[in-house]
C-alpha cells in the first residue's frame, strides 16, 4: 500500500473511530439527566461494571474515541482503573495506604499490590467527565468485589455493561439486584457491541426484551457502538436511546 493510500485509509478509519466517540458520548450524556443534574465544573464520576468480556474496557475506548486503554492490560491488572484528565499523559499506581507511584505500562503485573490503577490524558472529554473501569464481577473474589463497590460508593452514575450477544443474562440481574437500591438509582444498562447484531429485526426484539425485563431497573437503558479499528494494526420501565 502505498503512502498516500495508507493516510487515505488511516483518516478514513479515524474519521469513522471519531464518529463512534460522538455518538456514544450523546447517548451516555442523554442519559445522564434523567439521574441527577449536572454539577459545574465537576466532572461526573461513571464507573463502569459488569461481568468479564462485557465490553466495559470496549465502552469506555469508544466513549473516548480510541484505543486508550488496553484490555489485557486492565484484565491482568485486576485493579480498579480510573481515567481522568491531564494537560500532560501519565500513570501511576495508587497503593493501600494512599501513597501514589509513578508507572509505565511495563510496570504492570498481575501481582501488583496496589488499590487502584490512575491514567491521566489531555482528552477533551475528560474534562466533563471521570471513567472508572472495572475486573468483571461474579467470580467470587472478595478482593476485586470489595474494591469495586469501594468505587461505586463515589459514583455518580453507575453504567452496568451487558453484551448484545448475550445481553441481560439471569447472573447479570442477580448481581445487579443484588448491589445497594441507592447504586442502583444511579444506573444506566449499556448495550455494548451493539453493532454485531445482524439485522434490524434482530435489534428491535432485542431492545424490546430489554425493555420488559431489565427497564424497571435502570434510569436509561442505551445501546452504544463500537470503536472502529484500523487493520489490522424509575417512574417506570426504563426506554432504549
Not at 37 to 51: F, K, M, S, Y
Not at 65 to 91: D, K, P, Y
Request: charged share 20%; glycine share 8%; hydrophobic share 45%.
Amino acid at each position: 500500500m502505498t503512502g498516500r493510500l495508507r493516510a487515505v485509509r488511516d483518516g478514513s478509519m479515524g474519521g469513522m473511530r471519531q464518529a463512534a466517540s460522538t455518538r456514544a458520548l450523546r447517548r451516555l450524556q442523554a442519559a445522564v439527566p434523567r439521574i441527577r443534574q449536572a454539577r459545574r465544573g465537576v466532572p461526573w464520576r461513571v464507573v463502569v461494571i459488569g461481568e468479564f468480556n462485557a465490553g466495559k474496557t470496549t465502552l469506555i475506548n469508544a466513549l473516548l474515541g480510541e484505543a486508550l486503554l488496553q484490555t489485557s492490560v486492565v484484565a491482568n491488572t485486576r485493579l480498579v482503573t480510573v481515567v481522568s484528565f491531564a494537560a500532560s499523559a501519565r500513570m501511576s499506581l495508587e497503593h493501600c495506604d494512599g501513597t501514589r507511584a509513578t508507572i509505565d505500562r511495563a510496570m504492570l503485573c498481575p501481582a501488583q499490590a496496589a488499590r487502584r490503577l490512575h491514567i491521566a490524558v489531555p482528552h477533551a472529554a475528560l474534562k466533563t467527565l471521570c471513567l472508572i473501569d472495572t475486573p468483571g464481577l461474579g467470580v467470587g473474589d472478595v478482593t476485586i468485589e470489595r474494591r469495586i463497590r469501594r468505587a461505586l460508593s463515589r459514583a455518580d452514575v453507575v453504567v452496568w455493561c451487558t453484551p448484545a450477544v448475550q445481553a441481560w443474562k439471569a447472573s447479570e440481574q442477580t448481581i445487579w439486584l443484588g448491589l445497594p437500591e441507592r447504586i442502583r438509582k444511579k444506573g444506566i444498562l449499556a448495550v455494548t457491541f451493539a453493532d454485531a447484531i445482524g439485522s434490524s429485526g434482530d435489534a428491535t426484539r432485542l431492545i424490546a426484551r430489554l425493555n420488559a425485563e431489565a427497564g424497571p431497573y435502570f434510569a436509561a437503558i442505551v445501546r452504544m457502538p463500537g470503536i472502529a479499528k484500523a487493520p489490522p494494526r424509575r417512574g417506570g420501565p426504563a426506554r432504549a436511546a
